[in-house]
T-cell receptor, first 116, second 118 residues
Framework: AQKITQTQPGMFVQEKEAVTLDCTYD???????LFWYKQPSSGEMIFLIY??????QNATEGRYSLNFQKARKSANLVISASQLGDSAMYFC?????????????FGAGTQVVVTP | DTAVSQTPKYLVTQMGNDKSIKCEQN?????MYWYKQDSKKFLKIMFS???????INETVPNRFSPKSPDKAHLNLHINSLELGDSAVYFC?????????????????FGPGTRLTVL
């Protein structure tokens, strides 16, 4: 069964606008970590932001913030003030604890295109 | 200073050949991983090593053999390459795999190796 669901295969956003990328996850473990990675057209995987299941506050990192709703099992990424360089594929991932041995499980990704 | 590096970046080869991909990390991490990204961009773990010891071996054909000579290096050798092996292979590393938290959990990825089997 798919553990991470990203329902938006692609989206367009205008420069300077905010965009929300959806991510829902499925786990029965109380301890887990949620991650977002960015993959530009050049191909590398860039770590953006992390949210631990016990973290009380939503994670923020510069223009990136994570809207963590534990009861709904969602971890949406918000990019504020979009820039042309934000055009990329964005992946949500989860690591369950214990016994995952560090394995990251990825969603299918959301392709974001920022337009001028 | 590249944190996680892979060589080669591109690899084009014929079916049936044997090839290797090398990975090195200079982050001082204890755990390293191999992921495969298929043509639909889906990422899936293949292997994980902690301090040179294999800890994850997903259902990967035994034509794939990882080797970790030390905790900073994790290589992937593929025998008898098949068309379906064409993909991008990513190496990654993290400080730990047993504890949780931003610093220990986060996996940093190499630039990827695009393998094309003809």
């Amino acid at each position: 069964a798919q553990k991470i669901t990203q329902t938006q295969p692609g989206m367009f956003v205008q420069e300077k606008e905010a965009v929300t990328l959806d991510c829902t996850y499925d786990t029965s473990d109380p301890s887990y970590g949620l991650f977002w990675y960015k993959q530009p057209s050049s191909g590398e995987m860039i770590f953006l932001i992390y949210q631990g299941s016990y973290d009380q506050q939503n994670a923020t990192e510069g223009r990136y913030s994570l809207n963590f709703q534990k009861a709904r099992k969602s971890a949406n990424l918000v990019i504020s003030a979009s820039q042309l360089g934000d055009s990329a594929m964005y992946f949500c991932a989860m690591r369950e604890l214990p016994d995952s041995w560090g394995k990251l499980q990825f969603g299918a990704g959301t392709q974001v295109v920022v337009t001028p | 200073d590249t944190a996680v590096s892979q060589t080669p970046k591109y690899l084009v080869t014929q079916m049936g050949n044997d090839k290797s991909i090398k990975c090195e990390q200079n982050l001082g991490h204890d755990t390293m991983y191999w992921y495969k990204q298929d043509s639909k961009k889906f990422l899936k773990i293949m292997f994980s090593y902690n301090n040179k010891e294999l800890i994850i071996n997903e259902t990967v054909p035994n034509r794939f053999s990882p080797k970790s000579p030390d905790k900073a290096h994790l290589n992937l050798h593929i025998n008898s390459l098949e068309l379906g092996d064409s993909a991008v292979y990513f190496c990654a590393s993290s400080q730990d795999y047993e504890s949780s938290g931003l610093s220990t959990d986060t996996q940093y990825f190499g630039p990827g190796t695009r393998l094309t089997v003809l």
